[in-house]
């Protein structure tokens, strides 16, 4: 068994460092759907923590037991509600996202927003309401007052953003059931594991396994920069 592991790491890694298109299609993939997902994720997520952080209206706080609750959604849950939502029957089905990357897309917003809104809120409400005072009294406009209280908590930010990614580049369900693992379309590197294993082809499910051990790593480690520097700053 050793002698079967080894080999296919040593395959899995010549697939890797040889270029295989195959590999690397699956993850161009998961790594391009998942950057569209949080770049649209980032600013609504963001705008929804400073609300809920800086302003005053009724159901604030529900809003954010709301969110807070979306924490612990199962991926397999979102994408069921979006698959129903998107196929023929469903309510939005006349647009045909089923089993695109746009779908996914979807879905991944749909699992990175509350991570961004409750980290985004915890932030801003931990940072120093003086400055938001403070900018709006020396005539600042509402937009530069925000720009100045986001610099405030910027770290705690990138935390968040770090946090949010790490939640969808790895997920399964939701890209499962909105994607449909379509070869070369949508699927991406957690769904190519999952049907590779189930076939016995352990060399490229190790290969991609690998790939998103090192994505892991990197964003444990921002995760713990950001976190480290917003704390030494505080």
């Not at 006349?94 to 991944?108: E, K, P, S």
């Not at 985004?120 to 931990?126: D, E």
Request: glycine share 10%.
């Amino acid at each position: 068994m050793n002698n079967d592991l080894t080999a296919n790491l040593v395959e899995a890694l010549a697939l890797l460092f040889s270029g295989d298109p195959e590999i690397w299609a699956i993850i161009w993939v998961s790594v391009s759907v998942s950057v569209k997902a949080i770049l649209i994720a980032l600013p609504l997520g963001f705008g929804l923590a400073f609300l809920l952080a800086y302003a005053e209206f009724p159901g604030r706080r529900l809003l954010v037991t709301v969110f807070n609750s979306l924490l612990s959604v199962p991926a397999v849950v979102v994408g069921l509600t979006l698959y129903l939502l998107l196929s023929r029957q469903g309510p939005l089905g006349d647009l045909r996202l089923l089993f695109t990357q746009d779908a996914m897309v979807l879905g991944q917003i749909a699992l990175s927003l509350p991570v961004l809104v409750a980290m985004g809120h915890s932030a801003y409400q931990g940072g120093d309401r003086r400055a938001w005072e403070t900018a709006l009294t020396l005539g600042a406009s509402r937009l530069r007052a925000v720009v100045s209280v986001t610099r405030e908590v910027k770290f705690a930010l990138l935390a968040a953003l770090a946090a949010g990614f790490g939640r969808i580049i790895a997920e399964v369900g939701a890209s499962m059931m909105l994607g449909g693992n379509i070869q070369h379309y949508t699927r991406n590197i957690p769904t190519a594991i999952a049907l590779e294993t189930s076939k016995g082809a352990f060399a490229q499910g190790i290969a991609l396994g690998l790939v998103l051990l090192v994505l892991a790593l990197l964003l444990s480690a921002s995760l713990s920069l950001f976190q480290g520097r917003g704390a030494v700053r505080t």
